[in-house]
């Protein structure tokens, strides 16, 4: 049985341990209120932006466009959105391994020839795959160091510029979209070349009036959008970080208290077990003076 001092300490510990976790909830908690109103305005107008831009592609039936080119795939760009911290659960394993999967299955040949490029944004993507050996693009890891439309804007530009000199055959994003608190749903999406919907042009063009003209409009429209898309999967993971981490600090605090009850269980009986020892040995004491 442990000594009254040694759980002594352990009990001072948990309660030090609890208040920290407790302090980490509650900012994560704040944090989360901020980026889950940045999110929930920033959906409907990067849906409506991806949807007018896929129907006006789809519209135009120009399959030699730069952003919608299919070409052979040699090399492939995938944009890894992790976090800058940690103690938030699983939310940065799932993504590293997601990726590690998608490289490793979906692309084994390029993978094999070290044609998998990642693009790590956030510290920790960084981390786990400069570790690794992994062809890298190390330029844009710290976005989240006053994470702006501006910030995101000039990956999404640097992106389009390699994918349209021909350095990138194929670039997908890979990160976690904010659902609620508790969940965050795993994405996987193809950036580019640009997946189209497939309709007739006349049934589209018949929903749009072109000023000055429908190429004009796109050439300005393609930039525009995705920057969007990227800037709302930046934003989606920003949110859902922060719920991880909200989710795993209550559940550790949870945890705590669980531990500092049965501390205090053991703490009391080793109290009770040494007074019922001393009570023991005082009336043996007694005893055998009586019997001297």
Not at 93 to 101: D, L
Not at 120 to 141: A, C, H, T
Request: charged share 25%; aromatic share 8%.
């Amino acid at each position: 049985m442990p000594s009254l001092k040694e759980v002594k300490s352990r009990i001072t510990s948990v309660i030090s341990t609890q208040q920290i976790t407790k302090a980490m909830k509650m900012v994560a908690a704040a944090k989360l209120r901020k980026s889950q109103d940045r999110i929930t305005l920033m959906r409907p107008y990067a849906k409506k932006m991806s949807h007018l831009f896929q129907n006006l592609s789809a519209a135009e039936q120009d399959n030699q466009a730069w952003y919608n080119q299919q070409r052979e795939v040699n090399k492939v760009l995938l944009v890894v959105v992790t976090s800058d911290r940690g103690l938030c659960g699983g939310f940065n394993s799932t993504i590293t391994k997601a990726a590690i999967r998608l490289a490793t299955e979906k692309y084994p040949e390029q993978h094999a020839k070290g044609n998998v490029f990642i693009l790590p944004l956030g510290k920790k993507g960084w981390e786990f795959f400069s570790k690794r050996n992994q062809p890298m693009v190390s330029d844009y890891w710290n976005i989240f160091h006053g994470l702006s439309y501006d910030s995101v804007s000039s990956v999404a530009e640097y992106i389009m510029t390699e994918f349209r000199n021909g350095t990138y055959d194929k670039i997908e994003i890979i990160y976690n979209e904010f659902k609620n608190v508790a969940t965050q749903i795993l994405r996987t999406e193809q950036f580019l070349p640009v997946v189209t919907v497939k309709q007739q042009a006349k049934s589209v063009e018949s929903d749009y009036i072109y000023q000055p003209s429908q190429s004009d409009i796109i050439v300005g429209l393609v930039p525009k959008s995705l920057k969007v898309q990227l800037y709302k999967a930046v934003l989606d993971s920003n949110a859902a970080e922060n719920g991880a981490r909200m989710t795993a600090m209550d559940k550790a605090t949870e945890n705590a208290g669980e531990l500092l009850k049965e501390l205090k269980l053991t703490y009391n009986r080793t109290r009770q077990a040494a007074i019922t020892k001393e009570i023991l040995e005082i009336v043996a004491g007694a005893e055998a003076l009586k019997a001297s």
